[in-house]
């Protein structure tokens, strides 16, 4: 049985002992360890090859463009454009999520066979998260909107941004390149399991006073499925970085309340890649994983891997 072990890290690396099967505060351990299914690692665990983080030298903000849409939205595809325009002219900066969830679930139901659409519209692409965040998180006017880091839109009343004003949010945030948290991430993926490790280090940059939690997503790269483009269906619309699901809890794993300058802490988190075949697991998954605030919704740092690049 082939193991295949992939380790990526968002920076340079030296030597920090990585704390293994914990979500702990360094050297000071106050969260509760996170129960990771240790039957995903096709081998004993006691050899489980535990990651090592170095010092985090970036220094960089990162923006994460939440696209709030749906596969029988006509206006959604031109939106998916901006998205994807600003991720490519901010190469390792700016990172896309395409969350399928809308209020009242309009543009996301799904045929059947019989129904007159089917097979049109037959992949269901929505989850238990994108319908949490489109409940919890107010001010959801409809589909295509985004969040943009979670930060209040111009109108500050509430997360969400028509498409007309994510460029200057995007740019605004990596100009004002305000980082307060570092996020490193390392991930082991086992094929013959589907067993997806994912191991995150978190670095306050400066005295914190917040409710900070993790999130990592598990996201397709790309599905090639229906979509409602104006008045037409495309067939074959390839549909970018789909978030298919959370690895974390849906709103994270708590890391601190407070924290002081160069603080670290760590959480890991196991999950067991689904059985699909639109997946194409060799080269389709990627994690994404952010810190925010459990109280404001505010994204501090966001960082994406390839699961195998």
């Not at 299914?37 to 994460?64: K, R």
């Amino acid at each position: 049985m082939k193991n295949l072990t992939i380790v990526f890290f968002t920076i340079v690396l030296v030597g920090f002992n990585f704390l293994s099967n914990s979500c702990d505060r360094i050297e000071n351990p106050v969260v509760p360890p996170i129960e990771l299914d240790t039957n995903l690692y096709p081998g004993n665990w006691s050899d489980y090859p535990w990651p090592t983080f170095g010092q985090n030298t970036n220094t960089d903000l990162n923006v994460l463009i939440e696209d709030f849409t749906g596969h029988k939205c006509p206006n959604c595809p031109a939106a998916a454009v901006i998205a994807a325009d600003l991720e490519t002219n901010n190469p390792g900066r700016v990172f896309v999520a395409s969350i399928h969830a809308s209020a009242g679930d309009a543009f996301q139901t799904t045929s059947t066979p019989g129904d007159g659409e089917y097979p049109h519209y037959a992949h269901d692409f929505t989850t238990d998260a994108g319908d949490a965040y489109v409940i919890d998180i107010s001010g959801m006017i409809g589909n295509p909107v985004g969040m943009i880091n979670r930060e209040i839109s111009p109108e500050g009343v509430n997360w969400n941004h028509v498409t007309t004003s994510w460029g200057n949010e995007v740019s605004g945030l990596l100009t004002a390149n305000d980082l307060k948290i570092n996020l490193q991430q390392a991930i082991n993926f086992y094929p013959s399991t589907n067993g997806l490790f994912v191991h995150v280090e978190a670095e306050a940059l400066e005295n914190l006073s917040a409710n900070v939690s993790i999130v990592s997503y598990f996201v397709q790269r790309q599905v090639i499925s229906a979509q409602k483009n104006g008045a037409v269906t495309e067939d074959h619309y390839h549909h970018h970085n789909v978030m298919a699901g959370t690895i974390s809890p849906i709103y994270g794993e708590p890391i601190f309340s407070s924290a002081s300058t160069g603080e670290k802490f760590t959480v890991d988190f196991s999950y067991a890649v689904p059985e699909n075949d639109s997946l194409n697991i060799d080269s389709n998954i990627r994690v994404i994983t952010y810190a925010m605030d459990l109280d404001t919704y505010k994204i501090y740092q966001v960082i994406q891997s390839d699961v195998i690049p």
